[in-house]
């Protein structure tokens, strides 16, 4: 795959991207295959972050890679769709009685109310418009990926001093989705602009003008 050359914010959007998903994965696998708690949920009798979450971080960041690679890019909603299927179908399966959605069969020790919230899922489809739109309102995108970032990290500060419990909706997301979703919006807004050019023939990141 190639990655554009340039100045260090566009090299960074890689790495960052590389975080969120590989960091998610490794997270759930960790907490949910060996047991160990506190990856997942990191402070006891909080909510944790499920399988079907770490996927779909997992299916964003290779969406986020092929979309500002500079190859190939409407290759982007293969994973893109495979993302919003599982989001979609946890949901639907959760409003159908099945508690947990796929998370029941992905992970035996689920505890009840753990399953994708309904803020992870808000969160997951903005990032998705943001993919989208991208190439067609540099300036919305922009604003969008700064509210998605700078909401998960209100979430990541307001979590420990249980100022979330004021508000039921962001009271259901886990610290690490919410660390990995300001992971997943710094790279969207630290990418490379798909349609504009600066005059040295570099791609500026989204989120410069």
């Not at 029941?104 to 020790?109: E, I, K, S």
């Not at 700078?150 to 420990?160: E, G, K, N, Y």
């Not at 419990?165 to 992971?183: N, Q």
């Amino acid at each position: 795959m190639v990655v554009y050359e340039g100045s260090g914010l566009t090299r960074i959007w890689v790495v960052l991207c590389v975080l969120s998903g590989v960091g998610a994965c490794s997270a759930a696998i960790v907490g949910w295959g060996l047991g160990i708690d506190g990856a997942v949920r990191v402070y006891s009798g909080h909510p944790a972050m499920v399988p079907s979450t770490a996927i779909c971080f997992g299916l964003f960041s290779l969406a986020i890679l092929i979309r500002f690679a500079g190859r190939h890019t409407h290759l982007f909603w293969l994973p893109l769709a495979c993302a919003l299927a599982l989001i979609f179908g946890n949901n639907i399966l959760h409003f159908s009685g099945i508690r947990g959605g796929s998370d029941v069969f992905l992970a035996p020790a689920l505890r009840e109310p753990d399953r994708m919230s309904s803020i992870t899922t808000i969160g997951f489809l903005l990032a998705a418009a943001i993919l989208v739109w991208c190439d067609r309102s540099r300036d919305i995108a922009a604003g969008a990926a700064i509210f998605g970032l700078s909401t998960m990290i209100a979430v990541v500060f307001a979590d420990p001093l249980y100022v979330s419990d004021a508000v039921a909706m962001f009271r259901s997301m886990s610290v690490p989705t919410a660390i990995f979703f300001a992971l997943l919006y710094a790279a969207l807004l630290a990418a490379p602009d798909v349609s504009d050019t600066d005059r040295s023939g570099q791609v500026p990141p989204l989120g410069q003008a």
